[in-house]
């Protein structure tokens, strides 16, 4: 019988609430791990490649030593014994166990581990309806690209959103630039024209913005990797976040100023719907 929430560790699999690892782990201690969210649907991973190669980058970038084809192995395995057909898989890899130190100690073998669990999505209603937003400055630090667990500023953002009853914030740097969300990645419509900030060490190379990006192509809608500023949100014609969990969700409200007009827009509805097109096709050409 299928089993579905199911953990890895380090070469075993386990149920979750057995999991556990050493409280040397430089993961627990400095957060010195990094990770990925990856969506299945249907029992098929959505654009796993992407995820991987995104890690790869991240683990050479924090000389963290990384076997992208074992973890693969390793998430394609969890998922199947999980049977699960609509799931969140959640990877982390930490530069592993070793007595506390800042400094990176040399031939230390990283911990692996993984889950998986149902999915859970957003109800119809928060699509219909939209989300609203708050600006807040990015007190993140510089290599956003790198997906490291350490995210206290991200989590403090998300709770004091949540907290007003917001999906997330419009990240700001001190020029005004909009940078992301605190786990998002986001997108306006100016003129027509759809623009988000560029990858690059300000932000997280979102593989939702990726998908985004390419039905936007697809569709023939103008496209420009520019970032926009808080001075310019206003103005937006649309707004809205991408990211795994999400996938498009419009932005109707920053700050209480309602965005467009106030319901999540066209351009917004017709990219959901051209990203879940392209998630049946791609899982149907896997
Ligand atoms: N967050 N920007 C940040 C800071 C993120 O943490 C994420 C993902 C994204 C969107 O990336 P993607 O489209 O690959 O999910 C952008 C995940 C879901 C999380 O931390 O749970």
Known sequence: MAVPELAYLNGRFLPISEAAVPIDDRGLLFGDSLYEVIRVYAGKFFRLDAHLARLEQGARAIELPIAVEELRAVLLELARRSGLGDAFVYLQVTRGVAPRNHVIPPDLEPTVLATVRPLVPLPAEQYEQGARAILRPDIRWGRRDIKATTLLPNILRKTEAARLGCYDVLHYEPDGTITEGSTCNIFGVFNGVLRTHPTGPRILAGITRGAVLDCARELGI?????????????????????????????????????????????????????????????????
């Open 222 to 286: 103008p496209v420009e990797e520019r970032p926009f500023t808080r001075e310019e949100v206003p103005a937006a014609e649309e707004l809205f976040f991408t990211d795994t969990y999400c996938e498009v969700l419009g932005i109707v409200e920053v700050d209480g100023q309602p965005i467009g007009q106030g319901r999540p827009g066209p351009l917004t509805r017709r990219l959901h719907a051209a990203f879940r097109r392209l998630v049946a096709r791609e899982a149907r050409a896997d």
